[in-house]
């Protein structure tokens, strides 16, 4: 038979792969033997060859076993999920050494090969690696973000909450008389509650990052768009998704034998369908001479001016500076890493913050003594005679109000293992060795349950944080001198929208304990401790949908909110926005 005969030459092609593949795998077993035997690692939980101990861990809720071994095995264990070495750290003093004071060798991201090399091409921001394009990304963000910029943001975020108040009114009870059910991807059906909070906190990120407003809650055309990039994002980073996320050697296959790569680039393109045609708006608006408010239409402006007015392609353009390359922030994003790092922004601030205002709800619905106490500080200190809403001004006078937001965020951070760090250098922690390339997790669980820090940490008890008389510090973070909990992460990659968060926390909840009652049929309220029936998997374990009723506290409540409403239609009009529509 010839050698051109395609059945003889398939058979071969398959035959090699089958040999390499097989080569390949025995390599990669013997190294890690050979390594293991001479190194005085971290101790953890032995594992199989080649798996480690993938099979042992539900990798949609690593957090419930992660927490069983950092019992057992104290501040730092090590577990290998196939290739992948894992350092998990589970005391605040354990992550705060290595992610914050090691911070030069604890910053990098340890990305998922397929969902950010492909389906992300390397440009979204919470995975860049710790690199000049990261610093470029960082610094542009700061401007918005940081803390006093943010501040800058909570004129939309009070117009925005008003929005959500009266939405809440409207909903009244629909969601506990109609039959709403999640979608298989955690889909919410847009008449729930859960919509409602959504689009606030969807609206004011895309505010800050567009100037745009998401101005309904049905048939919104980004809305529902974001919560599918999101979600599907959520997915293909799953560890454990794709085998080439583990084992590199998979990445040299052709593309008709890694039928994911061309998955992923499909999904690629789905998602430049979305953050590509964002940025183009914006282009288009900037283009012909409208000023839009937002950081991506000022970030175009100042790339204009500085002579980069149109940049396609990925990454950074360098410009050059007087700072070394390991620490210049110096140069300009370019298109596709620009629409990628606003759409990073939408990822990270939109189901992160609903699923701490829908938390804070469960957990005062558990708790109605700790409700009463904090309806109480707000009825004192915004009586309704005075017909407004609470406000940040208000702020000193809510200790116990901020105290319950904290303790909300410490009970059940939304990124319950927080985003993994990866080392960038070799190490040794307390005579263990941390070798280069292991992906670093800060238990935020583990460290959240941790007894010796938070006595009794399953009970919601925001009296840890309280002090009668006294304003409540948010005590968040970054540094570590300053860190009551630690749901926004650690060192240079803490949370950039953390300030903005806590302002979005505190006008929502503020403003839904002072105005509305709410209540749950006691046979539907999820327990906060069934993992499986209460959260959904995965990397922000959110709360799944329940019902709620609300109703406004008195008439007159009602009528601040309604007037409050009203005049914020008269707002956007001013501000060139979209007024709502209902
Ligand atoms: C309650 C709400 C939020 C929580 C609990 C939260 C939590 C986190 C956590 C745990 C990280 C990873 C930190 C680390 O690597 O150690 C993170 C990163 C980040 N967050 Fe948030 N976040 C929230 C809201 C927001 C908002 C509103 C924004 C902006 C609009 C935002 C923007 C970011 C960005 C840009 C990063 C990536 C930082 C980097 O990789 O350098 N987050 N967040």
Same mark, same amino acid.
């Given at each position: 038979m010839a050698l051109s005969d395609p059945l003889v030459a398939r058979s071969i092609t398959a035959l090699d792969s089958a040999l390499v593949l097989g080569t390949l795998l025995l390599t990669v077993l013997l190294y890690t033997f050979a390594r293991e035997r001479n190194t005085s690692y971290p101790p953890g939980p032995p594992g199989i060859p080649l798996l480690g101990n993938l099979l042992q861990v #539900?990798?949609?809720?690593?957090h419930l076993q992660f927490l069983e071994w950092a019992r057992q095995y104290g501040p730092i264990f090590r577990v290998r999920m196939g290739p992948t070495h894992l350092v998990v750290l589970n005391t605040a003093h354990a992550a705060d050494e290595l992610l914050v004071n090691r911070g030069a060798i604890y910053s990098g991201r340890a990305a998922p090969h397929v969902a950010m090399g492909i389906v992300s091409d390397g440009q979204r921001m919470v995975f860049l690696g710790y690199t000049h394009a990261w610093r470029v990304v960082r610094r542009a963000l700061q401007g918005t973000l940081g803390p006093a910029p943010s501040r800058q943001l909570r004129k939309m975020q009070e117009f925005e909450s008003r929005v959500l108040m009266h939405d809440l009114l409207l909903h009244g009870d629909r969601s506990v008389v109609e039959t709403h059910v999640q979608g298989p991807n955690g889909e919410i059906p847009e008449e729930h509650w859960f919509g409602i909070v959504r689009r606030y906190t969807t609206g004011v990120v895309l505010n800050m990052a567009y %100037?745009?407003?998401?101005?309904?809650?049905? %048939? $919104?055309?980004y809305l529902h768009r974001i919560y599918d990039v999101m979600g599907n994002f959520t997915k293909v980073s799953?560890?454990?998704?794709?085998?080439a996320d583990g084992f590199s050697?998979?990445?040299?296959?052709?593309d008709r034998l890694a039928p994911w790569r061309v998955e992923a680039r499909k999904m690629h393109l789905w998602e430049m369908d979305l953050w590509g045609r964002l940025l183009d708006e914006c282009r288009a608006t900037f283009k012909s001479g409208i000023a839009l408010a937002g950081f991506v239409p000022s970030y175009l402006r100042a790339r204009a001016d500085a002579g980069f007015e149109d940049l396609p392609g990925r990454g950074v353009v360098v410009v050059s500076s007087s700072a070394p390359a390991d620490t210049s922030t110096a140069g300009w994003m370019r298109d596709k890493l620009l629409a990628y790092t606003a759409g990073s922004m939408l990822e990270a601030g939109s189901d992160t913050t609903a699923a701490t205002i829908e938390t804070f709800v469960l957990f005062m619905l558990h708790n109605p003594a700790v409700l009463a106490r904090a309806r109480a500080e707000l009825d004192a200190a915004v009586p309704v005679a005075q017909g407004r809403m609470p406000n940040w001004e208000d702020e000193e006078s809510l200790p116990l109000v901020v105290a319950c937001i904290k303790e909300t965020l410490r009970r059940?951070?939304?990124?319950?293992?927080?985003v993994p760090h990866c080392a960038d250098a070799d190490d040794v922690y307390e005579g263990h060795f941390i070798p280069k390339g292991s992906t670093v997790i800060g238990n935020i669980w583990a460290i959240h349950m941790d007894p010796a820090r938070y006595p009794d940490p399953l009970a919601f008890r925001p009296e840890r944080w309280y002090t009668p008389g006294k304003p409540t510090r948010w005590?968040?973070?970054?540094?570590?001198? #300053?860190?009551? $909990?630690?749901?926004? %992460?650690? %060192?240079?990659?803490?949370?950039?929208g953390s300030y903005m968060a806590e302002a979005s926390l505190f006008v929502v909840l503020t403003r839904v304990l002072w105005g509305l009652d709410f209540a749950c049929p006691p046979d539907r309220l999820p327990d906060p401790d069934d993992e499986t029936r209460t959260w959904s998997e995965g990397f922000i374990a959110v709360p799944k949908i329940f019902p709620v009723a609300f109703r406004p506290r008195s008439d007159a409540h009602a009528e601040v909110v309604r007037r409050a409403y009203e005049d914020v239609q008269r707002e956007w009009q001013v501000l060139g926005l979209a007024v709502d529509e209902r």
């Open positions: #539900d990798v949609l809720r690593p %100037g745009r407003r998401v101005n309904k809650l049905f %048939g $919104h055309p799953q560890p454990g998704n794709y085998m050697f998979l990445r040299w296959l052709p059940r951070p939304p990124t319950i293992m927080g005590a968040s973070g970054p540094t570590s001198q #300053d860190r009551d $909990h630690y749901a926004f %992460g650690w %060192g240079r990659r803490f949370c950039q």
